[in-house]
Protein backbone atom coordinates (compact mmCIF):
# COMPACT_ATOMS: atom_id res chain seq x y z
CA UNK A 1 0.00 0.00 0.00
CA UNK A 2 1.12 3.54 -0.12
CA UNK A 3 2.60 6.07 2.42
CA UNK A 4 -0.21 8.94 2.75
CA UNK A 5 -0.40 11.10 5.57
CA UNK A 6 -3.85 11.07 6.71
CA UNK A 7 -5.19 14.46 8.81
CA UNK A 8 -7.30 14.42 11.67
CA UNK A 9 -7.36 10.49 11.76
CA UNK A 10 -8.68 8.85 14.70
CA UNK A 11 -6.16 6.30 16.40
CA UNK A 12 -3.23 7.82 14.80
CA UNK A 13 -0.12 9.77 16.74
CA UNK A 14 -0.57 13.33 16.06
CA UNK A 15 3.81 13.32 15.39
CA UNK A 16 3.37 10.69 12.67
CA UNK A 17 -0.31 10.23 11.02
CA UNK A 18 -0.21 8.71 8.09
CA UNK A 19 -2.07 6.32 6.00
CA UNK A 20 -0.65 4.20 2.91
CA UNK A 21 -2.94 1.83 1.11
CA UNK A 22 -2.08 -1.64 2.87
CA UNK A 23 -3.35 -4.33 1.05
CA UNK A 24 -3.24 -5.50 2.79
CA UNK A 25 -3.70 -7.40 0.54
CA UNK A 26 -0.26 -7.76 -0.61
CA UNK A 27 2.98 -6.52 -2.21
CA UNK A 28 5.24 -6.32 -5.18
CA UNK A 29 7.46 -8.10 -7.65
CA UNK A 30 8.73 -4.20 -7.97
CA UNK A 31 5.72 -3.06 -9.78
CA UNK A 32 6.97 -5.27 -13.12
CA UNK A 33 4.39 -7.60 -12.87
CA UNK A 34 1.88 -5.29 -12.67
CA UNK A 35 2.99 -3.63 -15.68
CA UNK A 36 3.01 -7.25 -17.22
CA UNK A 37 -0.42 -8.22 -16.52
CA UNK A 38 -2.23 -4.95 -16.60
CA UNK A 39 -2.65 -4.83 -20.37
CA UNK A 40 -3.44 -8.71 -20.54
CA UNK A 41 -7.13 -8.79 -19.84
CA UNK A 42 -10.03 -11.05 -20.62
CA UNK A 43 -13.31 -10.84 -20.32
CA UNK A 44 -14.17 -14.02 -17.99
CA UNK A 45 -12.29 -16.79 -16.06
CA UNK A 46 -11.91 -20.01 -17.71
CA UNK A 47 -13.57 -22.82 -16.00
CA UNK A 48 -10.75 -24.34 -14.12
CA UNK A 49 -10.09 -20.72 -12.53
CA UNK A 50 -13.96 -20.70 -11.45
CA UNK A 51 -12.90 -24.03 -9.54
CA UNK A 52 -10.58 -21.96 -6.85
CA UNK A 53 -7.41 -22.78 -5.48
CA UNK A 54 -3.78 -21.27 -4.09
CA UNK A 55 -3.33 -17.45 -5.14
CA UNK A 56 -0.18 -15.53 -4.91
CA UNK A 57 -1.03 -11.41 -4.26
CA UNK A 58 1.65 -9.05 -4.63
CA UNK A 59 0.79 -4.89 -4.53
CA UNK A 60 3.01 -1.47 -4.61
CA UNK A 61 2.16 1.63 -3.27
CA UNK A 62 3.68 5.42 -2.87
CA UNK A 63 3.40 7.92 -1.11
CA UNK A 64 2.05 10.57 -3.42
CA UNK A 65 -1.39 8.26 -3.94
CA UNK A 66 -3.91 6.14 -1.79
CA UNK A 67 -4.18 3.39 -4.36
CA UNK A 68 -1.88 0.18 -5.09
CA UNK A 69 -1.42 -1.76 -7.69
CA UNK A 70 -2.32 -4.97 -7.29
CA UNK A 71 -1.01 -8.08 -9.14
CA UNK A 72 -3.03 -12.15 -8.08
CA UNK A 73 -1.70 -15.01 -9.60
CA UNK A 74 -2.41 -18.75 -8.93
CA UNK A 75 -6.05 -19.97 -8.99
CA UNK A 76 -6.39 -17.42 -11.35
CA UNK A 77 -4.57 -14.62 -13.01
CA UNK A 78 -5.32 -10.74 -13.08
CA UNK A 79 -4.08 -7.45 -12.14
CA UNK A 80 -5.65 -4.00 -11.02
CA UNK A 81 -5.86 -1.52 -7.95
CA UNK A 82 -6.80 -0.95 -4.45
CA UNK A 83 -7.76 1.92 -2.67
CA UNK A 84 -8.27 1.07 1.26
CA UNK A 85 -11.37 2.78 2.55
CA UNK A 86 -11.55 1.18 5.62
CA UNK A 87 -11.57 -2.52 7.29
CA UNK A 88 -13.87 -3.82 3.53
CA UNK A 89 -12.36 -2.20 0.69
CA UNK A 90 -12.30 -3.10 -2.74
CA UNK A 91 -9.97 -4.58 -5.14
CA UNK A 92 -10.90 -3.21 -8.98
CA UNK A 93 -9.14 -5.44 -11.37
CA UNK A 94 -9.52 -5.98 -15.05
CA UNK A 95 -12.76 -8.56 -14.79
CA UNK A 96 -14.41 -7.51 -12.00
CA UNK A 97 -14.20 -6.52 -8.45
CA UNK A 98 -13.56 -8.41 -4.87
CA UNK A 99 -14.21 -7.08 -1.64
CA UNK A 100 -11.69 -7.83 1.04
CA UNK A 101 -11.80 -7.22 4.86
CA UNK A 102 -8.76 -5.93 5.71
CA UNK A 103 -9.63 -4.84 9.30
CA UNK A 104 -7.04 -6.61 11.02
CA UNK A 105 -4.55 -5.57 8.88
CA UNK A 106 -5.56 -1.92 8.99
CA UNK A 107 -5.25 -2.18 13.29
CA UNK A 108 -1.61 -3.83 12.45
CA UNK A 109 -0.75 -0.35 10.03
CA UNK A 110 -2.29 1.71 12.99
CA UNK A 111 -0.04 0.02 15.74
CA UNK A 112 3.12 0.76 13.44
CA UNK A 113 2.55 3.90 12.43
CA UNK A 114 1.39 5.17 16.26
CA UNK A 115 4.99 4.11 17.05
CA UNK A 116 6.84 5.34 13.84
CA UNK A 117 9.74 6.90 16.04
CA UNK A 118 10.81 3.55 17.49
CA UNK A 119 11.00 2.06 13.41
CA UNK A 120 13.49 5.32 11.81
CA UNK A 121 16.93 5.20 12.54
CA UNK A 122 18.09 7.99 13.70
CA UNK A 123 20.99 8.62 11.84
CA UNK A 124 19.72 7.80 8.11
CA UNK A 125 16.08 8.63 8.72
CA UNK A 126 14.93 5.53 6.72
CA UNK A 127 12.54 2.76 7.77
CA UNK A 128 11.94 -0.96 6.62
CA UNK A 129 9.38 -2.34 8.86
CA UNK A 130 7.03 -4.65 8.46
CA UNK A 131 3.74 -6.45 9.90
CA UNK A 132 1.49 -9.52 8.61
CA UNK A 133 -2.35 -9.78 8.91
CA UNK A 134 -4.86 -11.92 7.50
CA UNK A 135 -7.07 -10.90 4.40
CA UNK A 136 -10.87 -11.87 3.96
CA UNK A 137 -12.02 -11.92 0.30
CA UNK A 138 -16.04 -11.59 0.67
CA UNK A 139 -17.66 -10.96 -2.77
CA UNK A 140 -16.96 -10.34 -5.88
CA UNK A 141 -18.52 -9.31 -9.27
CA UNK A 142 -17.94 -9.50 -12.85
CA UNK A 143 -15.64 -12.98 -12.82
CA UNK A 144 -15.35 -12.41 -9.06
CA UNK A 145 -18.93 -12.92 -8.39
CA UNK A 146 -19.26 -16.07 -5.16
CA UNK A 147 -15.84 -15.76 -4.09
CA UNK A 148 -15.08 -16.20 -1.03
CA UNK A 149 -11.55 -17.42 1.13
CA UNK A 150 -8.52 -16.01 2.98
CA UNK A 151 -5.12 -15.50 2.82
CA UNK A 152 -2.34 -13.52 4.60
CA UNK A 153 -0.34 -10.66 3.62
CA UNK A 154 2.93 -9.22 4.76
CA UNK A 155 3.58 -5.44 4.24
CA UNK A 156 6.97 -3.63 4.34
CA UNK A 157 6.56 -0.15 4.97
CA UNK A 158 10.18 1.47 3.33
CA UNK A 159 10.95 4.70 3.20
CA UNK A 160 13.48 7.80 3.83
CA UNK A 161 12.47 10.97 5.61
CA UNK A 162 13.35 14.41 5.61
CA UNK A 163 15.76 16.10 8.00
CA UNK A 164 14.88 19.17 10.18
CA UNK A 165 16.60 22.38 10.65
CA UNK A 166 18.56 21.00 13.34
CA UNK A 167 19.42 17.53 11.52
CA UNK A 168 16.59 15.68 13.05
CA UNK A 169 14.39 13.29 11.28
CA UNK A 170 11.37 14.90 10.45
CA UNK A 171 8.74 12.82 11.29
CA UNK A 172 5.91 15.37 11.75
CA UNK A 173 2.27 15.66 9.70
CA UNK A 174 3.23 17.94 6.67
CA UNK A 175 6.95 16.02 6.37
CA UNK A 176 6.95 14.99 2.79
CA UNK A 177 8.91 11.83 2.62
CA UNK A 178 12.05 11.71 0.35
CA UNK A 179 10.75 8.33 -1.09
CA UNK A 180 8.46 5.69 0.54
CA UNK A 181 6.97 2.30 -0.72
CA UNK A 182 4.28 -0.04 0.84
CA UNK A 183 5.08 -3.72 -0.49
CA UNK A 184 2.50 -6.20 0.09
CA UNK A 185 3.39 -9.77 -0.52
CA UNK A 186 0.68 -12.73 0.24
CA UNK A 187 -0.64 -15.90 -0.34
CA UNK A 188 -4.00 -17.69 0.46
CA UNK A 189 -7.14 -19.87 -0.74
CA UNK A 190 -10.22 -18.74 -2.58
CA UNK A 191 -13.31 -20.51 -3.63
CA UNK A 192 -16.15 -19.69 -5.91
CA UNK A 193 -19.56 -20.58 -4.36
CA UNK A 194 -21.37 -21.94 -7.69
CA UNK A 195 -17.88 -24.14 -8.26
Do not use: W
Amino acid sequence: MSYVKSKGEPGRAASARFRRPRIELMAVTFGIAGLLCMGNAATATTPSERTGGAIKIYSVGNASSNSQSVVITGAFADAGSLTVTGGMSKVVLSRGTITINLAQGEAAENRLFNKIAKFVSQTTCGINASYSAPVTFVSGTGAYVGIGGAGTVKTSEIGVFPRTASGTCNLSENAEPVGFLSLGVGSGVVHFKNA
